[in-house]
């Protein structure tokens, strides 16, 4: 099967594509300036700059699916949120709709819903949106904190738990579902066969967790056997950091970070197991 991965050479893409080669995909990738350790077809652009349908028709030739795994945790000068998870994927959209593209899998978030608060999830949800109203099959997958080796914010979470006294934020009691990225990687490639289309999946762990046990677990899976100490910060003071620094432009300590942190960012595991549970 020939596909388009979008965000090739973030967390997610990398991990998909090492898969999909093993699996005997041809893959296209469009890369901005992280390259690539794999022999694929690179396409090197800002996907910034990606905001008409003429944009994407010369890459989607002979394109089977596509993949779009972009997204920004933090807004900057050149990426924002509505062109990078608006404006940009509704025009890859619509180029697919033009082409001879079968099926789009669209990587978005758990919390890109009716009840979004921030512009994460506000654009998250335009994008995806209007690929649920498009001809296209599509799927829309909606991951909560996805782990795993290489990945950036579990890097920083590990070195958290590690400290001697670790912060919590607003005493650390908002819940999470974390996922490990080959249970999303496996979900990606059962998509691509998968007969009954124009599904919407919440990807997230069996279970719900607390912040602060989860830094309890990931202190134990680095054979760390002390007794954790804990500092808490309480969310109004957060919220008036973040405000303070924002020109220092702190991804994690944003104030719509923050908003998403004090949200149970927690969905339903039984329709997850039941995808991978059925027949192709």
Known sequence: MNLLITGASGFIGRNLIESLLASGHNISACIH???LPFNVKVFKFDYAQMLKVTDWLPYLTGIDVVI???GIIAENKKHSF????????IALFKACEKTQVKRVIQISALGADDSALVAYHKTKKQADYYLRNSCLEWFVLRPSLVYGGGGKSYKFFQK???LPLIPLIGGGEQHIQPVHVDVLIQIIEKSLLMKKVNQTIDVVGPQAISYK???IKLRQEQSIHSKPRFVRFPMGLMQFMAKLLKPLNLQLLSKDNLTMLQQNNVGDYLPLKNFLENEV
């Open 213 to 215: 046990d989860w830094m």
């Open 33 to 35: 300036k992280t390259e």
């Open 160 to 162: 958290l738990s590690r």
């Open 68 to 70: 779009n795994c972009v």
């Open 82 to 89: 509505d062109v990078m998870q608006a404006i940009a994927p």
